[in-house]
């Protein structure tokens, strides 16, 4: 019950939140100079004034702004969002077409990053001070600094071209068309070296959390009365410390999950997954204003599902917060 | 009687760093089957310490090394983890000074009791809720069926306790060691936890070692008083010698330092009132939202009352009654939702934020916590002369006044040049009652002022407060939770209950012929009220 | 020729559309090339060829051009091509959506259909370069059935484009490929050979040369790797490469020297631009030796290209003289390369350097494809690289970006420069309507000696851009457009 | 003094600022070290280190001094994260202070508007903004501020939401100083650490987002940066891996320093946590 109520409030301010956030995007890349007329006639390698004007007017680029937006604004309210004269498609498809790569690149990186993440995280607050630790650590350490596109490059150098484990790029073996397991494997093979560039950044911050956290909890007092119970540290540290040391980290992956999906825009670029941050970064360049707007539109929303998600696994997972807005 | 425990020569060592080499530098002591051992002593002696090392739950960088602890045959230091692990809970129970981070906020109460039975494999799931069932309703929580499913936020501290208590004797074991469990609550829930905890003991005829800074609660429960001083044991001996003749001047100093003198004779008072308080009203408003229901707590519920020119107000009260929501509505901390605050006939209430910056100096506050009080990145001089400056006094004649008032509150001049850090809890204190009399104040609030401080510390500043008062002929709204120490600084006594004034009167009327029954249970409550000394 | 197998075929950036009709950009053209096709191909030598026209005659006077078409020719849907969808596709549909035929489109007077075969175009006055425009890129033949009397841009035909040629559509996963697989009742018999082709989207350089290492792709079309990398593939074994398929273009990079004002309106300081810059070393560390330095406006793959102009090789000294001759007070010039890749970002990087030492404060501006766009069209710059296509002829490629009746704001292929010169435009006018190609050679030669002493843009290079493909891939490069469509013919040998 | 011996005690923070330092002087004396233009072409390109004297590390695609791209990139990065994080902390600390301060419906907006930035993913912001402004320093430098500052805005207001509590505050509130004079005079400096913490990180991270930002061709191409050197060796990377390999490395080795700085100034400044582990 109190669940539902938070996710219908929640739901409320989001829609707010996301039409401010149409509108601030409206008028900011519509501030971009460049105009998406010219860059399509740009493209079929002669135009002139009037054929940019047709364009134009196709695309409903020679209305004043207040009526294109408020166009656009109906439109988002009614789920269209609009065509994308580049692409020659409902922007709304062509997000979808791209999104499941998209999730599939980012999820995988997110799970792998969290599970990788706490298990080194555990690993290394479980033995704080030696040398475990300090290789977790400085591993850590050494992931955090490093450019992600970095990586990826050296990676593909190492991987794919020098040891030719895996594929450079692509998510599929493109006609192969293989079905069933073999499919699955084809994918996951696909998915090993961008969801690991992806994930490394965020495993080590997750490992930090943790061990942190772990390092925090174990401090407080209801483990020293957990001690005093008798228990074997072997429970201690998994029903007590653990628990308790996973709250914030918790927080801490909600805000990460959203932030991914636009995250993945230099991923996907060097390894040409069809995700839709690249599509953002493409239609960037191309001014293509409708799926732009979009992208922004959907990752924004991303994060705000991932949000509320962490407040129900919160709740779930804290009694206080639950029983505190219930009561 | 059978000695269970036997500390011989016990000596725990700090990392280096600390204030000192030892946490306890060899010490020796039994401890005997049904009986009870109070180890007393000041911050910091060593108390916690010992227990600790008994339990094995030392941390990490401090170490037992030396002595003997014999517990039932058996080297404790001696054994392995594993048996050691086996002992703790099974055979010595454990109880700690904060109920509010003693249990795991995640789990249930009840799964948080049977894991003690768990930890040692006794009985299967359904007898051990049976068990923690029949627990809960021995340490008299009510409602056992609801409160197993509950959530240790749901419940108060008091209850909070109970549930430790509860775990701590579920194995029954031979030893019940309590580290303050009842420091954090207030008196009343205080009496009642000492006198489960004596239930218990006489029931289980278990050796019961009780951890305390409070000669009250020495009175109240000993049989054998062990008195610590920077990690070494003073005095022991059996409790009635030790509060009626201590032989350790050190004991003697605490003992006397505990306020507990006779209830002074009432100053004769002048009649003409500073601060006059009418008819005051608050509600706290929290919680709420756009979906959400708000909760009201009624903090303040109509109170009047008066203070004279160099008179001492007492304001008691259980913890939550309102004790210090009016002393901040008073200076406007808090803004009052109804009522009036009289200085000198002028409504504090009535006045518009410059106005109140102005008025503000004629009523200042003493802080409970010496530690919280002072910013730590400013020297001691600014902390003083900041306000008679932000008033228009002129920066040297701030500084000069300054200084005066250190040596006023017993401080060295050259206090001023130094950060708050570098001094002791009761020497900030000082500084805090400086600050407040640079203002040159009419008024003093003083919020627990004192009951941050250990017991000897305490008494020095209770003297400050009161010579101040008569050099300055001050006024003060003197607030505290402890009876004792009202008793023995007040002029007059209000006692608040839930936000309403329930008895007012000089210290002599509340203490001897209490009109209201919350009173009268008050007075009941505090810990070692029979002991001679005290004069209730 | 071997019947069979697949080919894999990058192509980069990923194309808008494949309706041909409506966006004819390289990566369409690329991809769309194999499912459209028009009256005629070019071998390498500019020639026509009989594509969906078997024949076609001009008349003495150059005005009438008839064309004879292939018979039983089908549409992908299975509706046949007749003349009336070439005169609906050149007449109405072409006329309405490209800008680059429209230009030719106005020495035309009539289209008709004779009969269902043969299609006849009369012009107004005589236009030298006009057999040069039936290629699929510039006229595709688009399905009147279709979509005659339909909102063009709108039609949703165009996610499933309907040609005549020798591959159909397939499928296309945005982002990843796009699918074509044999056109079964194509009117050549047995061909074309190839039974599938996917055209792969990799959008960065680096792994597409690692495709094609992998195997994971056989044809890299020209300028899809970085030059950096084709000597690497090309050593490789089993792999083969070719400059040719791009006569009809010729792609002629440039940078637009604003004539207009700034530095680069004055005559000296643009002469100073050409000897300031070691157009060599680009064309041997930055393009890796591929390419030609040019000389003038005519790229010399084409017709009616001199070399008897004036030569201007590397002379920081002399391009000093100049500068100062020009009464150049310091100002900073803006470089705006072109935002396609980095190699065109180098090639400004040593402008910039080249104009540095010579004494030029110069700053290059950052801009995208879409600010770039923007920049031209408002002719806000200095110098601005670029490279254009010639189309096969001065007519149609070359004197659009010089004629004073072409300075219109808004377009990148007209007279961006702002040059004006009377004179000239006059002859231009003369050679596109002479009669026989000595005579147009012998205006074109007199134009293109006097307009290098002008120097209105900066002349870079003929840029040449080898196709890599492996070796077993035969007759995948046979006219002068190269791979866009090639595929007719392509086989694989086992 | 103190302060400085328990950062040396801490064996990582001082590697840390051992390399920082280097980076540093690099920088400030990246002109000295190499007079000539890093852009200029000085030897045949491609040359890998260690192979003609003087080019220690070797040219680049064009015959540039790698070492020289280096020295001068330091300069950039370091500017660029320095200057977003100031201007990131101009926005923040107000904003979270106020927010944090008085509570009720300014914290609301303010947290409102906090959220709102959140919201949006911010690489993909910065891109946007940069595309939007053009690449230069500046407009680089603002974006990286721009999607930077929400999480100090929170961290400030936590921060001074738990010290407005604390009595000292209340102390100054009785001595009648004015609200502006107790929020930056006494919550503030005492909420300097965390700040202070975070600022060193947040270099570390503006540092990786400039280098991003150029490595995807968003750099202002004026200006010789890391970033721009990996994105331009990208191509080049099969036949001369060391192009992207060297600028990388140095960003690696600076954000890595500058996050060992972080780690040992949170051990320094919060003695709570101090005796935690390590
Ligand atoms: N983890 C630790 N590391 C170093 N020194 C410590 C540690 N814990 C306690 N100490 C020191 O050990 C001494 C004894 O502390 P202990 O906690 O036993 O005092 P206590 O008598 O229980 O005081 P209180 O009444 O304040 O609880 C003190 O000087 C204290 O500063
Ligand atoms: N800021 C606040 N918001 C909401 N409720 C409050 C607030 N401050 C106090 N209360 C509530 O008002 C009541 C009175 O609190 P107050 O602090 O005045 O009690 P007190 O007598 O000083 O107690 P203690 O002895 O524990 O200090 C309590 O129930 C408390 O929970
Ligand atoms: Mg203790
Ligand atoms: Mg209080």
């Avoid at chain 1, 501030?31 to 006639?41: F, I, Q, R, S, Y």
């Avoid at chain 3, 499912?35 to 969906?52: A, C, F, G, H």
């Avoid at chain 3, 078997?54 to 299975?78: A, I, K, N, P, R």
């Avoid at chain 4, 996050?259 to 040992?264: C, H, M, P, R």
Wanted: glycine fraction near 8%; include cysteine; proline fraction near 5%.
């Amino acid at each position: 019950m109190a669940i539902l109520t938070l996710i219908l409030g929640r739901l409320a301010k989001a829609v707010i939140t996301l039409l401010a956030i149409v509108i601030l995007n409206f008028f900011l890349i519509h501030a971009a100079p460049g105009d998406p007329a010219a860059v399509l006639a740009g493209e079929t390698g002669a135009a002139d004034e009037i054929y940019i004007q047709q364009l134009r007017e196709r695309f409903g680029l020679d209305q004043p702004l207040h009526v294109q937006l408020g166009k656009y604004v109906w439109g988002v309210l009614h789920l269209d969002l609009g065509f994308s004269y580049r692409q020659q498609m409902p922007v709304l498809d062509l997000i979808l077409d791209r999104l499941p790569a998209t999730l599939l690149l980012t999820m995988t990186a997110f799970g792998v990053s969290l599970l990788l993440g706490v298990i080194l995280g555990l690993a290394a607050a479980a033995r704080v001070g030696k040398w475990t630790d300090s290789m977790i650590t400085g591993m850590a350490l050494l992931f955090y600094a490093t450019p992600l596109y970095w990586v990826a490059l050296m990676s593909v150098l190492l991987f794919s071209v020098q040891l030719e484990w895996l594929p450079a790029f692509g998510y599929e073996t493109v006609g192969a068309d293989y079905t069933g397991i073999q499919m699955v494997l084809d994918r996951l093979k696909h998915l090993v070296l961008p969801a690991l560039t992806l994930g490394l950044f965020f495993m080590a911050v997750y490992l930090r959390m943790t061990r942190a956290s772990l390092l925090e909890v174990s401090q407080m007092d209801f483990v020293k009365t957990a001690r005093a119970k008798g228990l074997s540290e072997n429970i201690i540290r998994r029903r007590h410390i653990l628990r308790n040391a996973l709250l914030p980290v918790v927080t801490l992956a909600g805000l990460q999950a959203g932030q991914l999906v636009g995250g993945a825009v230099l991923t996907e670029t060097v390894f040409a997954w069809p995700g839709i941050g690249r599509l953002m970064f493409d239609s960037l360049a191309a001014r293509d204003y409708n799926t732009l707007l979009g992208v922004f539109l959907v990752s924004a929303a991303m994060v705000i599902f991932f949000n509320i998600v962490t407040d129900i696994v919160y709740r779930l997972i804290d009694p206080r917060i639950g029983a505190g807005a219930a009561s | 009687m059978d000695t269970v425990l036997s500390i011989q020569n016990l000596t725990v060592s700090l990392p280096r760093g600390a204030d000192r080499d030892h946490a306890v530098a060899d010490i020796s002591f039994d401890l005997k089957q049904g009986e009870t051992l109070c180890v007393v002593g000041e911050s910091g002696s060593g108390k916690s310490m010992t227990a600790n090392a008994l339990m094995g739950l030392l941390p990490d960088e401090v170490k037992v090394t030396g002595g003997k602890a014999i517990f039932e045959g058996d080297s404790l230091f001696d054994l392995p983890d594993t048996a050691r692990q086996a002992i703790r809970g099974e055979r010595i129970g454990m109880i700690f000074q904060e109920p509010m981070t003693a249990l795991n906020p995640l789990m249930r109460v009840g799964a948080q009791i049977e894991e003690v039975f768990e930890a040692h494999n006794r009985f299967d799931p359904a007898e051990r809720r049976k068990r923690a069932l029949a627990l809960i309703e021995e340490v008299g929580l009510p409602d056992p069926d609801k409160i197993i499913r509950a959530y240790p936020f749901q419940l108060s501290g008091g209850q909070r306790q109970r549930v430790m208590i509860a775990t701590a004797l579920a194995l029954d074991p031979k030893i019940l060691i309590a580290d303050e469990p009842t420091t954090a609550l207030d008196v009343t829930t205080q009496a009642q936890i000492l006198n489960l905890i004596k239930r218990l003991q006489e029931r289980h005829n278990m050796a019961v070692m009780f951890i305390t800074h409070d000669f009250g609660v020495v009175a109240e429960i000993a049989d054998q008083v062990v008195v610590m001083r920077y990690g070494e044991i003073v005095e022991r001996g059996r409790a009635a010698k030790v509060l009626e003749s201590p032989e350790h001047p050190y004991t003697r100093t605490l003992l006397n330092a505990v306020p507990s003198e006779d209830v002074p004779d009432a100053t004769p008072l002048v009649q003409t009132p500073v601060l006059e308080v009418r008819n005051l009203h608050k509600i706290y408003v929290t919680g709420g939202g756009l979906m959400k229901p708000s909760r009201n707590v009624t903090a303040i519920d109509g109170v009047s009352f008066s203070l004279s020119k160099g008179e001492i107000l007492g304001l008691v009260g259980e913890s939550g009654s309102g004790k210090s929501t009016i002393g901040r509505s008073i200076v406007r901390l808090v803004t009052a939702d109804s009522g009036q605050i009289l200085l000198d006939g002028q409504d504090m209430n009535a006045l518009d934020t410059q106005e109140l910056r102005k008025a503000r100096r004629r009523v200042q506050m003493v802080f409970q916590d010496p530690y919280a009080s002072l910013n730590p990145r400013k020297k001691v001089l600014r902390a003083i002369t900041e306000g008679p400056i932000t008033q228009g006094v002129p920066p040297e004649q701030a500084k000069e006044r300054a200084l005066e008032l250190l040596e006023t509150v017993g401080l060295d001049r050259a206090a001023a040049e130094r950060f708050p850090h570098e001094f002791s809890g009761g020497q900030r204190q000082r500084i805090g009652i400086a600050r407040a009399l640079a203002m040159d104040p009419e008024v003093i609030i003083a919020d627990e002022a004192v009951s941050a401080l250990d017991v000897s510390i305490q008494a020095q500043v209770l003297e400050l407060l009161k010579d101040l008062r008569d050099r300055f002929s001050l006024s003060m709204l003197f607030i505290t939770h402890d009876l004792r120490v009202a008793a023995q600084l007040c002029d007059r006594i209000a006692v608040l209950q839930k936000g309403r004034l329930v008895e007012l009167g000089t210290v002599h009327e509340v203490f001897l012929t209490p009109q209201d029954d919350y009173t009268r249970s008050l007075l009941a409550a505090v810990p070692g009220a029979s002991w001679g000394r005290v004069a209730v | 020729q071997q019947q069979g197998g697949r080919l894999d075929i990058v192509v980069q950036p990923e194309p808008p559309s494949l309706m041909l009709g409506l966006v004819n950009n390289g990566p369409t053209q690329l991809v769309a090339g194999d499912i459209y096709e028009s009256l005629l191909r070019y071998d390498t030598d500019l020639n026509p060829q009989p594509s969906l026209a078997q024949s076609w005659e001009v008349s003495e006077d150059g005005l009438t051009y008839t064309f004879t078409l292939q018979e039983g020719v089908l549409w992908h849907d299975g509706e046949s091509f007749t003349a009336d969808d070439v005169v609906f596709s050149a007449d109405v549909f072409l006329r309405e959506t490209n800008p680059r035929l429209r230009v030719s489109l106005e020495y035309v007077d009539t289209i008709t259909a004779l009969d269902d075969h043969t299609v006849e175009f009369k012009l107004r006055e005589p236009f030298g370069p006009f057999l040069g425009v039936f290629e699929a890129g510039t006229m595709p033949m688009v399905p009147k059935h279709i979509y005659e009397g339909t909102n063009y841009s709108e039609n949703p035909a165009n996610n499933t484009p309907i040609g005549t040629g020798p591959f159909k559509f397939e499928e296309w996963v945005k982002g990843s490929y796009i699918h074509l697989v044999k056109n079964e009742d194509y009117y050549l018999d047995g061909q074309p050979y190839l039974d599938e082709v996917y055209y792969r989207v990799v959008p960065d350089a680096a792994s597409r040369a690692v495709a094609f290492e992998n195997g994971e792709v056989d044809v890299l079309p020209g300028g899809s790797v970085e030059n950096w990398d084709v000597p690497r593939l090309t050593e490789m074994e089993g792999v083969c490469s070719t400059g040719e398929g791009w006569e009809y273009f010729a792609p002629h990079a440039l940078a637009w020297l604003n004539n207009r004002e700034g530095p680069t309106a004055s005559q000296e300081f643009r002469q100073a631009i050409m000897y300031a810059q070691d157009r060599e070393f680009v064309r041997d560390v930055i393009w890796n030796g591929f390419g030609t330095v040019a000389t003038g406006p005519i790229s010399s793959k084409t017709n009616f290209y001199t070399d008897e102009v004036t030569q201007y090789d590397y002379d920081p000294e002399k391009a000093r003289e100049l500068i100062e001759a020009s009464g150049y007070d310091g100002e900073t010039v803006r470089i705006l390369p072109l935002p396609y890749g980095e190699t065109w970002q180098r090639w400004a990087e040593a402008m910039k350097q080249n104009l540095d030492e010579v004494g030029v404060n110069t700053e290059i501006v950052a801009t995208d494809v879409a600010g770039w766009n923007q920049r031209l069209a408002d002719w806000d710059f200095d110098i601005a690289y670029t490279y254009l296509y010639q189309y096969g002829d001065p007519a149609l490629g070359v004197s659009r970006n010089y004629l004073a009746s072409n300075i219109a704001k808004g377009s990148q292929w007209n007279n961006v420069e702002g040059y004006e010169n009377p004179a000239l435009d006059e002859k231009w006018a003369e050679a596109a309507v002479a009669v026989g190609a000595d005579a147009r050679q012998a205006i074109y030669t007199d134009i293109q000696k006097e307009i290098v002493e002008d120097v209105p843009v900066a002349w870079l290079l003929e840029i040449e851009f080898p196709t890599i493909y492996r070796c077993e891939i035969k007759d995948l490069v046979t006219t002068a457009i190269g791979v866009n469509d090639g595929l007719r013919d392509a086989y694989i040998e086992e | 003094m103190n302060f400085i011996k328990r950062y040396c005690q801490n064996r990582g923070a001082v590697l840390g600022l051992l390399i920082l330092l280097v980076v540093v002087l690099i920088a400030i004396f990246a002109h000295v070290i190499f007079p000539q233009s890093p852009w200029r072409m000085v030897q045949r390109p491609f040359l890998p280190p260690f192979e003609v004297d003087g080019l220690l590390l070797g040219t680049d695609t064009l015959g540039r001094n790698v070492a020289a791209g280096l020295a001068y990139g330091a300069r950039v990065s370091l500017i660029v994260g320095i200057v977003s994080t100031t201007v990131a902390l101009l926005i923040g600390v107000p904003l979270g202070a106020v927010a944090g301060y008085y509570g009720g419906w300014v914290d609301e907006a303010a947290m409102r508007f906090t959220e709102f930035f959140q919201t949006i993913p911010s690489f993909a912001l910065a891109i946007v903004l940069v595309a939007i402004l053009q690449p230069t320093l500046y407009s680089i430098t603002l974006a990286i501020a721009i999607v930077s500052w929400p999480p100090v805005t929170r961290l400030v207001r936590a921060e001074v939401l738990s010290l407005r509590q604390r009595e000292f505050v209340e102390a100054a509130k009785l001595a009648g100083l004015s609200n502006g004079r107790i929020l930056f005079g006494h919550i503030l400096p005492n909420a300097a650490s965390p700040i202070i913490v975070m600022a060193s990180l947040m270099v570390a991270t503006a540092i990786l987002l400039e280098s991003s930002l150029a490595f995807l061709g968003l750099g202002d191409p004026n200006i010789m940066s890391w970033g721009y050197m990996i994105g331009a060796a990208r191509t080049v990377i099969r036949t001369a891996w060391w192009l992207s390999f060297i600028p990388g490395v140095a960003i690696l080795l600076t954000v890595l320093a500058l996050n060992l700085i972080g780690e040992g100034l949170n051990d320094t400044l919060n003695p709570r946590l101090a005796r935690k582990g390590r």
